[in-house]
């Protein structure tokens, strides 16, 4: 529809006269007519005080559906999601790349872009798109999302330095929205439970992160003070995931398992090894199995949603990565015992 076409429709539907329109905008009948056969058009200053005649918004005028390009983008956003979990890059930029031909002022699709370009390795596109999007886009929690994206791709091209740097200027933890309103919300306020839950969440996948990587640091810690520092991340987490529902959390279990068999097997110790590949494939296989649209039903988390999981960049899965650490000549001397052979079985059976 033209812009003529709106006045029209608009103008009929309150029923106003051409004479009554002029009248309000200071301007004759004649040109009332003229606009709305689409021979002549409005000057730009003059679309402000016609759309306060109407009631509606110069988008409206414009001809342009604030609801119907909302639906759009998501559509195009909700598709390249679906590549994405698959591990379908190619795919999801192809869709995304159309989309911002679409709209090219759409920053969530630019977002979405950058982020699946990373996944490609392609970092210096990836990285300008999150440039454009941080110097013109206000929506701040999307400006949040492209600064940890922007972060990662700085890291991920070697640019380790920008990387950090963009880091630091990142507000504190103890400023983030989460960590006020715990202390804000009141027990009966509906986003109290919620808040705190998520909050939970974060606080504990960075703990088990670091209780693993200080258990994976040779060069501060004895092997002993290792084992026990991961020992520690295992059972922090499944104290609290009392229900066995670690969903991606055995995704970080597996790995602590698989740090702990390579001490163990440096030690040749014959019954921790198999006793962590064992654990590790188990953590493994559930991670492989877990339905990702279910709640948690551990009393901390029960009723909450459980997080979407990224997929691995390379399309390998936690299984594929295990079994491929598993051919290092460290477990030659378990490599032929039927509960080695039974890990890789099992791990063969979960890909």
């Not at 999601?81 to 591990?87: C, E, H, L, N, T």
């Not at 933890?173 to 705190?196: G, H, Q």
């Not at 640091?217 to 991340?233: H, N, P, T, V, W």
Request: charged share 25%; with cysteine.
């Amino acid at each position: 529809m033209t812009i003529g076409q709106t006045i029209k429709s608009l103008r009929r539907e309150q029923d106003i006269t051409q004479e009554q329109l002029g009248e309000y905008l200071c301007v004759s009948p004649q040109a009332v007519s003229q606009w709305e056969t689409d021979r002549t058009a409005p000057d730009i200053s003059q679309l402000p005080a016609l759309a306060n005649v109407f009631g509606v918004t110069t988008d409206r005028l414009l001809g342009v559906d604030i609801t119907k390009t909302n639906e759009k983008i998501k559509a195009i956003a909700d598709e390249s999601k679906a590549f994405y979990a698959q591990s379908k890059f190619e795919e999801a930029v192809s869709v995304l790349r159309k989309g911002l031909a679409e709209f090219p002022r759409s920053y969530q699709i630019m977002y979405l872009l950058a982020e699946n370009l990373s996944c490609l390795g392609r970092f210096d596109e990836a990285i300008e798109l999150c440039k454009k999007i941080l110097s013109e886009c206000t929506d701040f929690e999307l400006r949040c999302e492209t600064t940890q994206t922007l972060i990662y791709a700085y890291r991920n091209s070697g640019n380790r330095q920008c990387a950090v740097e963009t880091a630091k200027a990142c507000p504190p933890t103890w400023f983030s929205k989460e960590d006020m309103l715990m202390f804000l919300l009141e027990k009966t306020d509906a986003d109290f439970k919620p808040n705190l839950q998520e909050y939970m969440l974060f606080c504990l996948g960075r703990l088990e992160m670091g209780l693993r990587m200080l258990g994976n640091d040779e060069a501060s810690f004895s092997a002993d003070d290792r084992l026990s520092l991961l020992k520690q991340c295992v059972g922090v987490c499944e104290t609290v995931f009392c229900d066995g529902d670690t969903a991606y959390h055995s995704y970080s279990l597996a790995g602590a398992f698989d740090d702990m068999s390579v001490i163990y097997a440096n030690r040749k110790d014959t019954e921790n090894t198999l006793l962590c590949l064992e654990k590790e494939a188990e953590h493994a296989a559930r991670f492989l199995s877990y339905n990702f649209n279910s709640h948690y039903t551990s009393p901390a988390f029960r009723g909450k949603e459980v997080m979407d999981w990224m997929p691995n960049p390379d399309g390998k899965n936690l299984a594929d990565d295990i079994l491929d650490g598993l051919n290092c000549p460290v477990y030659d001397f378990v490599r032929d015992t039927d509960r080695f052979k039974a890990v890789v079985k099992r791990l063969e059976n979960v890909k």
